[in-house]
């Protein structure tokens, strides 16, 4: 089984003691100029006895920590390490530098705006890229498709705790549920979903997807719906209920084919309920399926007809 942990030790570095460290002259190259190499350094250089640093060391502590491991801080006491200080020409305290790939690539003098702070850190910590988020989420979508439906969600579960904000793994998560038939799981996790993903076009689908499973537990016989509607191409009721039927069956191109022809006789029939029917279907396929992408040029065709 493959884990998040696996993907990238730069993300599992949000949990890393050495997060934030007091460094010395002897552990410079360490601390500082290796490890930029791998996760981007902040270096403050500070005194005890230095009002500002006192305004700054605290908040820019706080925006590195908000990187979640995204870059490393190390302190320099210049009073106990005077050789160092000298060889980067700190003239006034506090200054910050910023190292990545082993060299010094930004910094500032002052205390600073926890704005400017969170800025400064942001664009340190873009240079690291997204931790391995993106090989992690790809991933987890190949174990879905090859049916490793448990694995898929330990590995979304555990991106979602490095970002949790992350829509493309609360979506995989919610699917992957979905796909061990642990619909009441995923109701829960859409009911506690952040705010700012609400709205994704991911969570988006796994909430449609959920709305037609529970419609597919009382979808009525096919084949006497089927029958009805031949009956009476006009009965757009059992028109619609044959098309939930269709969907429940797995036969999702037909149950949308039913759902356009209620809209081509009367699209206003029941407060437009082929329609939202259809959206509800297009949006839990993914965006580039044939059926939704078919499905959607001729119920736009329609519409401005």
């Not at 801080?73 to 910023?98: F, G, H, W």
């Amino acid at each position: 089984m493959l884990t998040f942990g696996e993907q990238s030790g730069a993300v599992n570095a949000a949990a890393d003691e050495n997060l934030i460290k007091e460094g010395t002259e002897a552990t410079f190259m360490a601390d500082v100029i290796e490890a930029s190499k791998e996760i981007p350094v902040i270096v403050d250089f500070w005194a005890p006895w230095c009002g500002p640093c006192k305004q700054l060391g605290p908040a820019l502590e706080a925006a590195v920590t908000a990187a979640k491991g995204k870059v490393r801080m190390v302190k320099i006491n210049v009073d106990e390490n005077p050789a160092i200080s000298a060889e980067l020409r700190i003239q006034s305290i506090p200054t910050v530098y910023a190292f990545h790939d082993g060299k010094p690539v930004d910094g500032f003098q002052g205390a600073l705006p926890a704005s400017e702070l969170k800025t400064f850190v942001d664009k340190l910590a873009a240079l690291a890229g997204d931790g391995g988020l993106a090989d992690a989420i790809e991933a987890a979508e190949g174990m879905l498709t090859d049916g490793d439906f448990a694995d898929a969600v330990e590995t979304f579960a555990a991106i979602l705790e490095e970002e949790p904000e992350n829509p493309l793994a609360f979506g995989g998560l919610l699917r992957a549920h979905l796909a061990l038939g642990e619909v009441a799981q995923a109701e829960a996790l859409l009911a506690a979903v952040p705010a700012k993903i609400a709205n994704a076009q991911e969570v988006e689908a796994a909430r449609a997807q959920i709305a037609l499973l529970h419609q597919a537990a009382n979808a009525g016989p096919e084949a006497e719906l089927r029958a009805a509607v031949e009956a009476d191409p006009e009965n757009h009721q059992a028109r619609f209920d044959l098309a939930q039927a269709l969907h429940a069956a797995g036969k999702v191109e037909e149950a949308v084919d039913e759902l356009l022809e209620i809209f081509r006789r009367d699209r206003e029939w029941n407060d437009a309920a082929a329609k939202t029917q259809l959206f509800t279907i297009f949006e839990a396929l993914t965006p580039k399926d044939p059926i939704a992408l078919t499905g959607r040029r001729k119920l736009s065709s329609m519409i401005f007809a």
